[in-house]
């Protein structure tokens, strides 16, 4: 079945880690997003790629950074720098990034810094 | 900043009865498409309602757009208690912007 995949579910930073999602699909999607999602809130765009070897920042970039090094993968790192990391954060894809296309979700992962 | 902004943030409904959720957004938009998310998993892509289109329908769901008041609903008719979950609209906004906008939702719960 084609789909996106997230791992892991869940996740736990220590103060001062760097830690990685994953995410991968196997959809042929061009076009490939990070959100992140707070309690009771909505989706806040983090990053975006539109092809390989290229990504764009979303409204609340810093303290991520991201590597769009295949097209079926978009690995989200989230660095030290990001000063309140504990949400969960959902990767997209769709099949490019022309406004007619919705996007397909992965099952997210939870991060929670110990 | 929030495009989309839904109404009521919360509803609750017998199974049976239909469910209204609105959506109000500021800006001129290529199209609005609605999602649901089930608690603790990814968002499902409901049906994309394009800016020249009125009214879109998908089974139990019905999406009407009225561009001049920059507003959307969904309805679902004959509601289950399967259909207990966040409700979201997101707007692709018109121009150069490439991504989607989505609000802070609408929880529905439906009680059997």
């Known amino acids: 079945d084609g789909g996106i995949t997230q791992s892991p579910k869940y996740l736990f930073r220590k103060e001062g880690q760097n830690v990685t999602l994953s995410c991968e699909q196997n959809?042929?999607?061009?076009?490939m997003y990070w959100y992140r999602q707070d309690p009771g809130q909505g989706l806040r765009l983090i990053y975006y790629?539109?092809?390989?070897?290229?990504?764009q920042k979303g409204d609340i970039a810093e303290g991520y950074s991201v590597s769009r090094e295949k097209k079926e993968s978009f690995p989200l790192t989230v660095t030290s720098a990001q000063k309140n990391p504990t949400a969960f954060y959902l990767c997209?894809?769709?099949?490019?990034?022309?406004?007619?296309?919705?996007?397909?979700f992965g099952s997210g992962t939870r991060l929670t810094v110990v | 900043s929030q495009q989309g902004e839904e109404d009521p943030q919360a509803l609750s409904i017998q199974e049976g009865e239909n469910a209204t959720m609105n959506c109000s957004y500021k800006?001129?938009?290529?199209?609005l498409q609605w999602y649901r998310q089930n608690s603790g998993r990814g968002l499902v892509h409901l049906i994309l309602?394009?800016?020249?289109?009125r009214e879109k329908h998908s089974g139990r769901l019905r999406v009407t757009l009225d561009t001049s008041k920059k507003s959307s609903s969904l309805l679902i008719t004959a509601s289950r208690a399967a259909d207990t979950a966040s409700y979201f609209c997101?707007?692709?906004?018109?121009?150069?912007?490439?991504?989607?906008?989505f609000g802070s939702g609408t929880q529905l719960t439906v009680l059997p």
């Open positions: 997209a894809s769709s099949i490019r990034t022309g406004l007619d296309y919705g996007y397909t």
């Open positions: 959809l042929n999607h061009d076009a």
């Open positions: 790629s539109q092809i390989v070897n290229d990504f």
């Open positions: 800006t001129s938009i290529n199209n």
């Open positions: 309602i394009r800016s020249n289109e």
């Open positions: 997101a707007t692709a906004l018109s121009g150069s912007a490439r991504q989607l906008t």
